[in-house]
């Protein structure tokens, strides 16, 4: 049966049809979902992704492939889950009971940890704000260490538009990171 085919059936309420397009992505879905987030949270962003893709199945137009479609909502639920876990890791450190600051004793200062703080807050920031042709690219080559065929196989564009997206997008994040790397 195509993706249309079970698409269709699944949107007229039959379970099984929405398991086998599933079943069909599940693999590439995790190895996306695996270079964005930490192993252990790998399953649960991906069941979540698959969540939202079951309940926007009547949103699906049939512009792109099934698996373009579910391959986005994957990748922008594990890019929130990244800025909800940045916010949750970003937040004041607990203080021990002697009243000192834990990263104290491991040689971190306060100082060091407020730059690299807003320093990670502003790459975070900056890969964020790409549009989401860049934004998927960067991640695929730099944090999933796809090669060019790789990702030109996984986007279904050609290798040559894998290179200028990349080039792009290394470029719009030189211009936006340089007032912090002017010194």
């Not at 930490?38 to 399953?43: C, F, G, I, L, Q």
């Not at 579910?70 to 937040?91: C, F, P, V």
């Amino acid at each position: 049966m195509t993706d249309s085919e079970l698409v269709a059936r699944a949107r007229q309420g039959e379970a099984a049809a929405f398991a086998t397009l599933i079943g069909r992505y599940e693999e590439r879905i995790l190895r996306l979902v695996r270079g964005m987030v930490p192993r252990a949270d790998v399953e649960d962003v991906a069941q979540e992704a698959f969540l939202k893709a079951f309940r926007k199945l009547h949103l699906f137009d049939g512009r792109s492939s099934f698996y373009t479609w579910i391959y986005r909502i994957s990748a922008n639920t594990a890019m929130d889950w990244r800025k909800k876990e940045t916010r949750r890791r970003h937040a004041p450190l607990p203080v021990s009971p002697e009243g000192e600051d834990r990263t104290e004793s491991q040689g971190v200062g306060p100082a060091r940890r407020a730059v690299q703080r807003e320093l990670g807050e502003l790459i975070d920031r900056a890969i964020a704000e790409l549009p989401p042709r860049y934004h998927e690219i960067l991640i695929l080559r730099e944090f999933r260490g796809l090669s060019y065929e790789q990702i030109a196989a996984e986007l279904q564009i050609s290798k040559g538009t894998v290179e200028s997206r990349l080039f792009r997008a290394r470029e719009r994040l030189r211009e936006r990171l340089r007032p912090w790397t002017e010194t």
